[in-house]
T-cell receptor, first 112, second 116 residues
Framework: GNSVTQMEGPVTLSEEAFLTINCTYTATGYPSLFWYVQYPGEGLQLLLKATKADDKGSNKGFEATYRKETTSFHLEKGSVQVSDSAVYFCALSDPYTDKLIFGTGTRLQVFP | DAGVIQSPRHEVTEMGQEVTLRCKPISGHDYLFWYRQTMMRGLELLIYFNNNVPIDDSGMPEDRFSAKMPNASFSTLKIQPSEPRDSAVYFC??????????????FGEGSRLTVL
C-alpha cells in the first residue's frame, strides 16, 4: 500500500544552520507530495507541495523536489530560524482516493 | 475568514464516560476528515466524509467510536464508553479538493482528550 517514511527526530540545529529532513514514499500511480507544518498547540498547515515528478515546491524559504527516481521529497532550508521550530509532516495523496497519507512527523528544534 | 472550528479544546473525563467532539468545517468545503494524533502512532485518519456521507471509516478503532455529519456545517465524533488509551489530540480538517491537484487540508486547532 501507499506509505510515507520520514527521518526520526528531533532534529536540533543552531540558528542559520542548513536543514534537511528526509522523506521517502511508496505509492502506486502518481501521487502528489506535500509538506505540512505543525507549530506548538496548533493544527497542521500546508507548507508546500509538488504535483508531478521534478516539480519543486517552495514556501517561506523551504524547498522540496519531487524525485520519482529515488521516490523522495526531502525538505530543505538554507538558514533556519528559531521560529521554524515545529513538527514537519511529509504526506502523499492517494491517487485513487481522496485521502492524504501522513508520515510520522519530524520535530525540529532551533536554538539561538 | 473563520477556519475549521473544533470544540472543546480540552476535555478531561473519567473512564467509561461518553465524549463528544465537535467540528465546524470551512463553509463550502465538501470533505471533512477526523484524525487522531498520539506520540506512539502519529497522525491517524479515523474517518472522512464527502458531502456529509461517510466514505471511509476503516480507521475507526472500534465500535466505541462513531462519527456523524448531519449537515454540511457540523460533524461530531463520539466515544462511548471512553478508555484511557483514547487519550490523544483529535483533529478535524476540511477541504474542497483533497485529491490529486490540490491536496490542501485545513486543520482545526484540535481537541485534546484525557481519559483518566
Amino acid at each position: 500500500g501507499n506509505s510515507v517514511t520520514q527521518m526520526e527526530g528531533p532534529v536540533t540545529l543552531s540558528e542559520e544552520a542548513f536543514l534537511t529532513i528526509n522523506c521517502t514514499y511508496t505509492a502506486t500511480g502518481y501521487p502528489s507530495l506535500f509538506w505540512y507544518v505543525q507549530y506548538p498547540g496548533e493544527g497542521l498547515q500546508l507548507l508546500l507541495k509538488a504535483t508531478k515528478a521534478d516539480d519543486k515546491g517552495s514556501n517561506k524559504g523551504f524547498e522540496a523536489t519531487y524525485r520519482k527516481e529515488t521516490t523522495s521529497f526531502h525538505l530543505e532550508k538554507g538558514s533556519v530560524q528559531v521560529s521554524d521550530s515545529a513538527v514537519y509532516f511529509c504526506a502523499l495523496s492517494d491517487p485513487y482516493t481522496d485521502k492524504l497519507i501522513f508520515g510520522t512527523g519530524t520535530r525540529l528544534q532551533v536554538f539561538p | 475568514d473563520a477556519g475549521v472550528i473544533q470544540s472543546p479544546r480540552h476535555e478531561v473525563t473519567e473512564m467509561g464516560q461518553e465524549v463528544t467532539l465537535r467540528c465546524k468545517p470551512i463553509s463550502g468545503h465538501d470533505y471533512l476528515f477526523w484524525y487522531r494524533q498520539t506520540m506512539m502512532r502519529g497522525l491517524e485518519l479515523l474517518i472522512y466524509f464527502n458531502n456529509n456521507v461517510p466514505i471511509d471509516d476503516s480507521g475507526m478503532p472500534e465500535d466505541r467510536f462513531s462519527a456523524k455529519m448531519p449537515n454540511a456545517s457540523f460533524s461530531t465524533l463520539k466515544i462511548q464508553p471512553s478508555e484511557p488509551r483514547d487519550s490523544a489530540v483529535y483533529f478535524c480538517a476540511s477541504s474542497s479538493q483533497p485529491g490529486q491537484d490540490t491536496g490542501e487540508l485545513f486543520f482545526g486547532e484540535g481537541s485534546r482528550l484525557t481519559v483518566l
